[in-house]
C-alpha cells in the first residue's frame, strides 16, 4: 500500500513531465477509442452485407460467352431446363434460392407507354413475305420472393392496392394504368413476344408510383425498345410466370439468385453445377460490382482508420518511450536513495510501474468518454465525403448493353444498389477490451523502460555520479 501510496506522491511531485506522459496517453487513447469504433463497426456492416451480398449467387446467361460462341440466345441447345434451375438449389452449399425471370411481351387489349403509334407490337418482317410479327413492348416480370424486387420502398412503392400474391395476379405502374384507364381487379393480357405459345390474363392486384429512370440507355428510347422503359414492366410472381408451362426457358431472361450458407464455396458450388450440366454460356458469379460498390466508402474509411491509427501508435510509442527515458534518467539519484535505504529492486520497479499504470488508468477513463463522444461525427464526416467520392466516380455502374438474339444483357450492373451511407458507432465491448490491452502495454512501454534503466545501476554508483 505504502509504495502505491508514495507512487501516487510522486505524480503530484513530477507534474510538469507527468503531465506530458499524460498528454501523449491521452492522445494515444483517444485516438485509438475513434479509430476502433470506426474500424470495428465499419467491419461489422461489411461482414453483414457479404453475407447478403457476397453469398447471393447469380446464375444468368452469359451473352458475351455465346456470342463468342456463335451461339443465338433463342436457340433451344444453349438453354438448361426449369427442372435444371430447381436442381441447382438443391444444393448443401444453399441455404435460400430466389427465381427470378424476364418475358418479353407484346398486348392487343393495352397499350405501352411511348408507343404513340398504338400497334407498334405488330410489324411487317420486311422479308418480302407479307407476313408480321410481333415486337416486344412489356417485360412480364417473375420472382419468388416479392419482398426481394428492386427499388421497392425507395423509388417504387404501392399507392393502390396490394402487391400480387396469388395466382395471375400482377402490380403495374401508375404511368400505365392512367394510359390504359385500368383499376385494381381489370384484367389485362400479355402474350409472349418470343415465346409466342405463352399466353396470360393477369388480374391487376395493384398499381405502384414509379420514381425510377424510364430508361437505363438512351438509345433504348430512340430505337423504340419500350419494353426497356420501367414504366412498361408487369410484375407477378414466379408461378404465375411459370403456370404457361415452361419446359426450358427459351424466351426467358432467367436470373436464378442462390444464397450460399458460406460465401468462400462460391467455387466448389460451381462446381456442383457445372458436374449437372450447367453449360458455359451462363455464369456462376456474385454482383462484385454491387458488393463493392455497397461496401466500397466503408472499406475505404475502415483503411483510413486502421492506417490512421497505426500512425498515432507508433509516433505516440516513440514520443512516450522518449518521455520516460529522459524522466527515468532524473530520477536516478531519487532510486539511489531508495536502493541504499535498502529498498529491493522489485519494489522499486513495482513503485514506477504504478506511477505509469495510473496515469494510463486516468487517461484511459477520460479517454473512453471523449474518444466515445467524438467517434460518431468524425464517422458521419468520413462516411460523407468517401459516399459523395463514390457517387461522383461511379457513372451509371454498368458496361455497355450487349444485343444478342433479339434481348439484351447488361453485365455489372449495380444500378439498384447505393454505397452504404450510414453507420452506428459505439463503444462495444471488442472495442473496449482492445483499448484495456493497449493502455496496459501504453503503461507497460513508460514502465518497463524505467525499470530496466534503474535497475542496471547500483545505489552507490548512482549516488556517487550524483556527488
Request: contains cysteine; charged residues 25%; aromatic residues 10%.
Amino acid at each position: 500500500m505504502y509504495l502505491l501510496t508514495n507512487a501516487a506522491k510522486n505524480l503530484v511531485r513530477n507534474k510538469g513531465r507527468n503531465i506530458l506522459i499524460a498528454a501523449v496517453t491521452f492522445a494515444i487513447i483517444v485516438s485509438a477509442v475513434v479509430t476502433l469504433t470506426i474500424n470495428n463497426a465499419a467491419a461489422k456492416i461489411i461482414d453483414d452485407i457479404r453475407l447478403d451480398l457476397g453469398s447471393r449467387v447469380e446464375v444468368r446467361q452469359d451473352f458475351i460467352e455465346m456470342r463468342q460462341a456463335g451461339l443465338d440466345a433463342r436457340q433451344d441447345r444453349s438453354f438448361v431446363s426449369i427442372d435444371d434451375f430447381y436442381s441447382y438449389a438443391d444444393s448443401n452449399y444453399i441455404r435460400k434460392t430466389i427465381f427470378n425471370a424476364v418475358m418479353y411481351a407484346w398486348s392487343d387489349t393495352f397499350y405501352a407507354i411511348d408507343d404513340y403509334d398504338r400497334g407498334m407490337a405488330v410489324r411487317d418482317k420486311n422479308d418480302g413475305s407479307g407476313e408480321t410479327m410481333f415486337v416486344e413492348t412489356f417485360k412480364l416480370i417473375g420472382t419468388s420472393e416479392p419482398d426481394a424486387l428492386a427499388d421497392f420502398g425507395t423509388l417504387r412503392e404501392i399507392t393502390s392496392g396490394r402487391m400480387f400474391d396469388g395466382l395471375n395476379e400482377c402490380v403495374i405502374s401508375e404511368d400505365m394504368a392512367v394510359l390504359n384507364g385500368i383499376s385494381i381487379g381489370d384484367v389485362i393480357r400479355l402474350r409472349g413476344a418470343y415465346a409466342t405459345d405463352k399466353d396470360y390474363s393477369l388480374t391487376v392486384a395493384g398499381i405502384y408510383s414509379d420514381y425510377t429512370d424510364e430508361y437505363v440507355f438512351s438509345f433504348f428510347a430512340m430505337y423504340n425498345r419500350f419494353a426497356d422503359n420501367r414504366r412498361n414492366e408487369v410484375l407477378a410472381s414466379w408461378a404465375t410466370l411459370m403456370s404457361a408451362g415452361w419446359e426450358t426457358n427459351a424466351g426467358l431472361d432467367m436470373k436464378s439468385e442462390y444464397f450460399l450458407k458460406d460465401p468462400d464455396k462460391i467455387r466448389e458450388f460451381e462446381e456442383e453445377v457445372r458436374g449437372k450440366g450447367l453449360p458455359i454460356t451462363y455464369n456462376v458469379a456474385i454482383n462484385q460490382a454491387a458488393y463493392d460498390k455497397v461496401t466500397g466508402p466503408l472499406a475505404g474509411m475502415k483503411n483510413a482508420a486502421v492506417t490512421f491509427m497505426i500512425v498515432i501508435l507508433i509516433l505516440g510509442a516513440i514520443v512516450l518511450a522518449l518521455l520516460s527515458f529522459m524522466a527515468v534518467r532524473e530520477r536516478k539519484y531519487e532510486v539511489g536513495v531508495l536502493r541504499a535505504m535498502g529498498m529491493e529492486r522489485g519494489k522499486v520497479a513495482f513503485g514506477i510501474i504504478s506511477e505509469a499504470m495510473i496515469i494510463s488508468i486516468l487517461c484511459l477513463i477520460i479517454g473512453l468518454g471523449i474518444g466515445n463522444a467524438i467517434s460518431q461525427p468524425i464517422a458521419d464526416n468520413m462516411l460523407e465525403g468517401r459516399v459523395a467520392a463514390a457517387e461522383s466516380n461511379s457513372g451509371d455502374g454498368r458496361q455497355l448493353a450487349l444485343f444478342a438474339g433479339g434481348q439484351f444483357q447488361t453485365n455489372a450492373d449495380d444500378s439498384t444498389y447505393i454505397p452504404e451511407s450510414e453507420i452506428q458507432v459505439r463503444l462495444g465491448a471488442d472495442t473496449f477490451i482492445q483499448i484495456i490491452i493497449l493502455t496496459l502495454c501504453l503503461a507497460a512501454l513508460s514502465g518497463i523502460i524505467g525499470v530496466v534503466i534503474i535497475t542496471r545501476y547500483e545505489p552507490l554508483r548512482i549516488l556517487r555520479e550524483r556527488s
